[in-house]
């Protein structure tokens, strides 16, 4: 089993419902000895989350922590079936190490197979987003994984298997099915993958143990995962 190396996808107390903050999110990804961390703070379309000036002004913020480089980007929302994102200004999303784009029922309704079809692969086929966060969630009850895992393959965004939404707390009933299908999908087509532990208290960094069983119970292989491979993934983000 691969060591991990990497966690991306965090969010802090700026983005309005997470409980800790930078300092100690980071704290806690130098004791997992972690080469690339990420904090992901949440698109204006959630409630209580930063102003897109925040996102602005992340240059402020020192990106090396001992041998831990920090990554500062964002999770976005998707926000119709064209798949259009909640941040466009080119000059923002510039200035952000990642981007990661999702589906979240507080911004997109869900709709037909075709309708979240199309906006899975509209933010898949945008230059700006490096990584679909938790696609098969359940947020979009139904689409075509199929397509979503070629696009992945043909444009190198990432599809991200996220661990809080395998959580039983999180009563997402549709998410083990659906991940077991796009992981199926992923090694069939052999299509890379991110986990994300999609942390919003330090207690979740680095903790992937739901992503981890479903990754047994498929049969994952370890080298279509990219979390034990930072320089790979600094390469796809252009980085």
Do not use: W
Not at 92 to 100: A, E, F, K, N, R
Not at 103 to 108: D, E, G, I, Q, V
Not at 181 to 209: F, Q, W
């Amino acid at each position: 089993m691969f060591a991990t190396k990497l966690d991306v996808h965090t969010h802090t107390i700026v983005s309005g419902h997470a409980f800790c903050t930078l300092n100690e999110m980071i704290a806690e990804a130098q004791k997992h000895s972690l080469t690339l961390f990420g904090v992901s703070e949440h698109g204006p379309s959630i409630p209580g989350t930063c102003d897109p000036l925040y996102f602005r002004n992340l240059h402020v913020v020192p990106r090396q922590y001992g041998d831990m480089r920090l990554l500062l980007g964002a999770e976005l929302n998707i926000i119709d079936y064209e798949g259009n994102i909640d941040i466009t200004d080119p000059f923002i999303l510039g200035g952000m190490d990642h981007v990661i784009a999702g589906l979240h029922s507080l911004c997109y309704t869900d709709g037909n197979r075709q309708q979240n079809t199309s906006a899975l692969l509209g933010a898949i086929e945008n230059p700006n987003v490096h990584i679909i966060s938790h696609p098969c969630d359940g947020t979009a009850s139904t689409f075509d994984i199929e397509a979503v895992v070629l696009a992945s393959k043909r444009t190198g965004t990432l599809l991200e298997l996220n661990n809080s939404s395998l959580n039983p707390a999180r009563h997402k009933t549709l998410a083990t099915s659906l991940f077991t299908e796009m992981l199926h999908l992923c090694k069939r087509h052999d299509v890379p993958i991110i986990l994300g532990s999609d942390a919003h208290h330090t207690s979740a960094v680095c903790n992937y143990h739901y992503a981890m069983s479903l990754l047994e119970e498929t049969a994952f292989p370890d080298e279509l995962i990219i979390n034990d491979k930072p320089n790979d993934f600094l390469s796809l983000i252009g980085k």
